[in-house]
């Protein structure tokens, strides 16, 4: 498991960047096939994605860096702002990318007219894929997205090669409730983690997957949001209820912990779990509101659409 895909010289192209890169391609080329046959303007479609890319991003960092400020907190200043920007060192926030490309949408549908559920319907396969090409990329980095020690049979026991996980297992441990060092030992003049966790990465791949495929029974709806907001709450739900109970993450408020080689390796609540709560009711809310509304009036043929 090596986090690097390329490199030469001093030049290097993670895995990470590489996968989600393949999962945003196919879901531009899957999003414009659609648009053309639902008769949506391509090119707009086209530039709002552009956009919406360079601003997810963004608040896919910045969402980070206010979630994990203990990572930062001791770096000193002005070091601790490249670190901040230093997408290479890995660290994004899928929440904060899903909320810097719905602004983009919004402004689209305030500035150039369009009809913004419509459009964002038309994003959620390329989230998916891109929720799949990222975990994938975890599992490449090693240390990121990693599960707590747990003595349940899906328990994974990750490779002595793999020396950025156990770096980031046994050595930098951000709160008391991922200490694992204990769990540690010093085996061919590297620490490793010899106990097993869960495979949380791996997860998270399949709850891509299972979204992948639900959004093209979801965009059968005839009902502009459908997909969008069954998209909302569905990764919610999967994303709280099974990667993150399990994930080793900072617990602002510990409801539960059980983690060890006798142990279940769960934890509640983690920050995602904290922030799903009013995402899974928001989403409930908005989709009992669509279906009351149901489909709207079909468009008059030769009306136009907004134009980039």
């Known amino acids: 498991m090596d986090p690097v895909f390329l490199?030469?010289?001093s030049f290097t192209v993670a895995w990470y960047g590489v996968l989600i890169t393949l999962g945003i391609v196919a879901g531009v080329w899957v999003g414009t096939r659609?648009?053309?046959?639902?008769?949506?303007?391509?090119?707009?479609?086209?530039?709002?994605?552009?956009?919406?890319?360079?601003w997810g991003l963004v608040g896919a960092r910045l969402v980070f860096v206010a979630t994990s400020w203990q990572q930062f907190e001791n770096i000193p200043f002005p070091r601790v702002l490249l670190?901040?920007?230093?997408?290479?060192?890995?660290?994004?926030?899928?929440?904060?990318?899903?909320?810097?490309?719905?602004?983009?949408m919004l402004y689209y549908a305030r500035r150039k007219g369009m009809d913004f559920y419509r459009y964002a319907d038309l994003c959620v396969p390329g989230v998916a894929f891109g929720i799949i090409g990222g975990r994938l990329g975890?599992?490449?980095?090693?240390?990121?997205?990693?599960?707590?020690?747990?003595?349940?049979?899906?328990?994974?026991r990750w490779p002595d090669s793999a020396r950025a996980f156990h770096d980031g297992m046994c050595v930098r441990a951000p709160s008391p409730d991922m200490d694992l060092s204990q769990y540690c030992q010093?085996?061919?003049?590297?620490i490793v983690m010899t106990a097993p966790v869960h495979f949380t990465q791996m997860y998270g791949v399949i709850i891509g997957v299972i979204l992948s495929v639900a959004a093209f029974f979801w965009l059968r709806s005839r009902i502009p949001g459908w997909a969008f907001w069954q998209f909302w709450l569905w990764y919610s739900v999967l994303r709280a209820g099974w990667e993150e109970t399990f994930r080793l993450n900072p617990l602002p408020i510990k409801l539960h912990l059980s983690q060890g080689l006798d142990a279940s390796g769960i934890g509640l609540l983690t920050?995602?779990?904290?922030?799903?709560?009013?995402?899974?009711?928001?989403?409930?809310?908005?989709?009992?509101?669509?279906?009351?509304?149901?489909?709207?009036?079909?468009?008059?043929?030769?009306?136009?659409?907004?134009?980039?």
């Not at 659609?34 to 360079?54: Q, T």
């Not at 010093?186 to 590297?190: A, D, E, F, S």
């Not at 009013?278 to 136009?304: F, K, N, Y």
């Open 83 to 104: 670190d901040i920007v230093n997408l290479r060192q890995g660290g994004i926030s899928i929440h904060g990318g899903l909320i810097g490309g719905i602004l983009v």
């Open 138 to 156: 975890n599992i490449m980095n090693g240390t990121d997205t990693v599960g707590r020690v747990t003595g349940w049979p899906v328990g994974f």
């Open 7 to 9: 490199q030469i010289g």
């Open 34 to 54: 659609m648009a053309r046959e639902r008769g949506l303007n391509v090119d707009l479609f086209n530039d709002m994605i552009l956009w919406m890319i360079v």
């Open 271 to 308: 920050e995602t779990q904290i922030i799903s709560i009013p995402l899974i009711i928001a989403s409930v809310w908005m989709l009992l509101r669509l279906r009351r509304r149901g489909a709207p009036v079909q468009t008059a043929p030769g009306q136009a659409e907004p134009t980039a």
């Open 186 to 190: 010093q085996i061919g003049g590297q």
